[in-house]
């Protein structure tokens, strides 16, 4: 089993805080925006009192969450360790308690996958993943998951990623998160200029072209391998669009505008 890593500081580690946390920011989510059959979102994942309330955006949204069995979770990997693309068959743990991984499901994603290898050294210290866990716990308690880590994230492999995920999910069955921040300690201005630019790239569904630019302008995006996979799963489920539902930054939790984390809330409706 993965046990819970960053309890205690990215989220409480205390159930019923934690629990009082979330329907705090789900409710809030729910007063403002409408649910929506999906077949992914994008959530970041800093600590939750920067960006739970973005997150809860997306979950709160997608109408068909509450119905999935399985939950495809994609995250950068931050540490280092692990093998290029690497997806868990261990269960995961979160302090509402165990969810248990579709190892049936993901053993046939990695084989339609030419890049992916079983591997846990990749999950063992990774928050990217972690920290969604808890939302989806909150909304489907019988949810199992699968969380594939993807250290390379160029385009090939986040095609090769989707590519998978098309030729093994059903989208009445199942949904796709991808995790990351956007723009990494930029001043605000400079920040928001180009995730701007990012989620036009990513509503218009163009992975490609928005890896392009990513590389050309320096986008500072740390889950951009996740985001272009969903996008390759999204399109070949024939969804035309993805939707911005938010978009905030650290600057308005902090105080501090000079280096602000961006974070943004996306979904792909049907």
């Known amino acids: 089993m993965r046990t819970m890593v960053v309890a205690g500081a990215f989220y409480p580690a205390e159930k019923n805080e934690l629990g009082i946390m979330l329907d705090a920011y789900l409710a809030k989510a729910r007063a ?7 077949v992914g979102g994008v ?25 999935s069995e399985t ?7 931050h540490t280092g360790y692990g093998n290029p693309i690497s997806i868990s068959l261990q269960d995961w743990e979160t302090p509402f308690g165990i969810v248990k991984c579709n190892n049936e499901l993901a053993k046939k994603i990695h084989a339609n996958s030419k890049l992916m290898d079983f591997d846990e050294n990749a999950h063992a210290r990774e928050h990217s993943i ?12 019988n949810a199992k998951l699968v969380c594939i ?12 990623v989707g590519n998978a995920l098309v030729k093994t999910l059903d989208t009445k069955k199942h949904l796709v998160i991808a995790s990351s921040d956007f723009s990494h300690y930029l001043p605000v201005n400079i920040a928001e200029k180009k995730d701007k630019s990012a989620l036009e790239y990513i509503e218009a569904m163009d992975s490609k072209t928005f890896q392009r630019a990513l590389e050309k302008y320096d986008w500072s995006i740390c889950g951009y391998g996740p985001i272009s996979a969903l996008i390759e799963y999204a399109k070949a489920k024939e969804i035309k669009k993805g939707k911005t539902l938010a978009y905030t930054n650290s600057g308005k939790v902090s105080g501090d505008f000079f280096a602000v984390v961006g974070y943004s809330s996306i979904i792909f409706p049907k």
């Open 71 to 77: 939950i495809v979770i994609l995250g950068p990997n």
């Open 32 to 38: 403002k925006y409408s649910e929506l059959e999906a």
């Open 43 to 67: 959530c970041p994942h800093a600590g939750y009192i920067y960006s739970g309330e973005i997150a809860a955006i997306t979950y709160a949204s997608i109408a068909n969450l509450k119905k």
């Open 130 to 141: 972690e920290v969604q866990i808890p939302f989806i716990q909150k909304i489907n308690p």
């Open 149 to 160: 880590c993807m250290m390379n994230q160029d385009y090939e492999s986040a095609k090769d």
